[in-house]
């Protein structure tokens, strides 16, 4: 069992940067590939990123590559989310999410959905 707690959210304007974090309590945290994704009013949850349980890999969705930026610490029991020249379209509630590498496949497209573990979430707002 793994426990997901975000934090960093807040209101920014268009243009601005924040920092997402995750921290993680459980066991064996560098086991587990971690991923973010978010959800906007009215809309399905997305992909937005996500990176290996060594942090040797990352993965992105493509509305934010290059702006964005996932790594974690495993010392720490930490991941974060890089979040640089945010645009109004980037607001929504984000989510910290865990998967089992022992239980599932954890490389290429598997990144993308799968997740065992979900955090309560975090809000973001860009003002325009």
């Known amino acids: 069992q793994v426990q997901l707690v975000e934090s960093g959210g807040g209101l920014v304007q268009a243009g601005g940067s924040l920092k997402l974090s995750c921290a993680a309590s459980?066991?064996?945290?560098?086991?587990?590939?971690m991923g973010w994704f978010r959800q906007a009013p009215g809309k399905e949850r997305e992909f937005v990123a996500a990176i290996s349980w060594s942090g040797d890999s990352t993965y992105y969705a493509d509305s934010v590559k290059g702006r964005f930026t996932i790594s974690r610490d495993n010392a720490k029991n930490t991941v974060y989310l890089q979040m640089n020249s945010l645009k109004p379209e980037d607001t929504a509630v984000y989510f910290c999410a865990a998967k089992s590498c022992a239980r599932r496949y954890c490389s290429g497209a598997a990144m993308f959905h799968g997740y065992d573990y979900w955090g309560q979430g975090t809000q973001v707002t860009v003002s325009s």
């Open positions: 459980g066991r064996a945290f560098s086991s587990y590939a």
